[in-house]
């Protein structure tokens, strides 16, 4: 077994200190990749459940082929690589705002989704997603799959609040297909009122808990996912 702890790298953006460590946890007996903002953690290679599931959830509304998948937020990879997994799937655009993040997957510094950035059906953009699906659309995905913020009222940047609202989930869906499907990963358990903001726009729209194991506390945790179509 090598180190129980190692910084794998560290850089500086206009959005602050991206770290990358790498750490031996001993409840699991596996290296655990965590990706920090300044203080706060983004992300954990130990519960992935949550962000695989966005993807499958997603993609198990729609009953056809040859699917164009827009995800929001590359993090670790999970959701990518699930998009990738369903044999539908003919095309993956990820947006994602912190170089870093890319560098780290183009070096294959994450050993579960190694081979991600080199994948022909890829396409990896260095952009502000909240920007792009404000404006007007160039081209149409069969699902966006979004998991950036923490829930629809704890974001990163202040700037996202507006996504959140009936005229920023409009302009979201002028990026869908006509029967296209809308994905977000929450930390919080599915919130009425976010409910009641995508009913504005989308006519089928539900909340799904994602419960996995938590080896860390010995018990249960969760996350959820909003679809709407």
Do not use: C
Request: charged share 30%; no cysteine.
């Amino acid at each position: 077994m090598g180190l129980r702890f190692e910084e794998l790298d560290w850089q500086q953006t206009p959005l602050g200190e991206f770290t990358l460590r790498r750490r031996r946890e001993l409840a699991v007996d596996r290296d655990v990749y965590e990706v920090k903002l300044n203080d706060e953690f983004l992300m954990s290679s130990l519960f992935t459940v949550a962000e695989i599931e966005l993807a499958r959830l997603a993609l198990a509304e729609l009953g056809r082929a040859d699917l164009r998948v827009l995800v929001g937020g590359l993090g670790l990879g999970y959701t990518a690589q699930a998009a990738l997994a369903d044999p539908r799937v003919a095309e993956v655009t990820v947006i994602e705002a912190a170089e870093p993040v890319l560098d780290w997957h183009r070096r294959d510094l994450f050993p579960d989704t190694i081979g991600l950035a080199t994948d022909p059906r890829v396409r990896l953009v260095h952009d502000d997603f909240f920007r792009l699906v404000a404006g007007v659309p160039d081209r149409r995905y069969d699902a966006i799959l979004l998991d950036i913020d923490h829930t629809p009222d704890h974001h990163l940047d202040r700037t996202h609040g507006d996504f959140y609202t009936p005229a920023g989930l409009t302009a979201m869906s002028q990026h869908l297909t006509a029967d296209g499907v809308f994905a977000l990963w929450s930390d919080d358990p599915p919130d009425d009122d976010f409910l009641a903001v995508l009913r504005t726009e989308f006519a089928r729209v539900r909340g799904t808990v994602v419960s996995f194991a938590n080896p860390i506390t010995d018990s249960e945790s969760s996350n959820s996912i909003y679809l709407a179509r």
